[in-house]
């Protein structure tokens, strides 16, 4: 893949994350029957309309330790556990009002009050020693898809070791994986073809099983992220069919990995065509606005559509306004050329 093509690849995956986690936070907690599709529209086509006086809209924690990870990966040309935490550890005392969720602060308050030599600890005690399954290694993982771009495992191990600093049950873990791989074959797709949803998908389900495999008890259906593929599969053959609430109700909106992770690859395949009540011809649009329409988690599962579909059509694809109306697209912008420069030399 061309240097150029491969830059453009690697902003608009950054940029798409952020584009996501910005213009979708106004939404978070909303229920999807509270969200209206017309106000939404309006809220869009304002936003990519003539200028207008506006503060910036404000990143979040996905940004936020996006941020971090891109950095120290940057930093360090590898994966350096200490370094990584420190950094988040000291980007949460420098804002920690940007919406980060109670259990992570506790392990980074244990990190900065701790001499510790596991890292991993404090994770590890979250809810009574299970750990979390939230999205929060999810929705920060876009840097390391990039960076491990050409070398599949390395990639993993990365995101599994990264994730683990905050979020250690399995869920959790190999929801990280799971976006972490939709990235990586978007990444490694070519814009300029019609995306083959089906194949997608298949590598997908297929990539996630040898994953959900090497776990050391059986996975229930109803907590299998191969059966929430499948469910995409069922939806995305219903088209226009699949109204907002049934997508929700199959494959959820909430902070787990298991029930937002998947919506966000749905959203990402489901732009792909026209959606009913979402007027726009630009397929990265319709992705983000999608998404926030299904309400819960919206900046999260907004970040990470726009971190995939970002990954597969490049930064150009993303109105500029939308950039320039996101906080820190300038610092972002430049990490994801750092990191383009870094892997490709």
Known sequence: ?????????????????????????????????????????????????????????????????TKCIAESLIQNNKFNARDMAERFVKEFFRNPNRGYGENVCDVFHKFNNQNLENLWKPAQEQFNGSGSYGNGGAMRIAPISLFGFRDYDIMLDIVENSTKLTHTHPLGINGAKLQAIAIF?????????????????????????????RLNRVV?????????????????????????????????????????????????????????????????????????SLGGDTDTIASMAGAIAGAYYGIDVIHKNLQQLAEGSDMINELAIRLCDQVTH
């Open 1 to 65: 893949m061309i240097v150029k093509m491969l830059k453009n690849k690697f902003r608009g995956c950054l940029i798409g994350a952020l584009v996501g986690d910005c213009f979708g936070a106004p939404y978070e907690g909303e229920s999807i029957s509270s969200i209206s599709r017309i106000q939404l529209q309006s809220y869009f086509d304002k936003l990519e309309g003539p200028p207008f006086l506006t503060p910036l809209y404000q990143y979040t924690d996905d940004t936020a330790m």
């Open 220 to 292: 229930p259906s109803e907590y299998s992220y191969k059966n929430q593929l499948l469910k995409i599969h069922r939806l995305l053959e219903l088209g226009d069919k699949a109204v907002p609430h049934l997508v929700v109700e199959k494959l959820g909106n909430s902070v787990s990995a298991m029930f937002s992770v998947p919506t966000a690859i749905y959203c990402f395949l489901r732009a792909q065509q026209s959606i009913a009540d979402i007027e726009t011809n630009n397929p990265f649009r319709r992705t983000i606005q999608y998404a926030v």
């Open 185 to 213: 074959l978007a990444v490694r797709s070519d814009p300029e073809k019609p995306l083959d949803i089906a194949e997608y998908i298949k590598e997908l389900i297929n990539k996630i099983s040898i994953v959900e495999s």
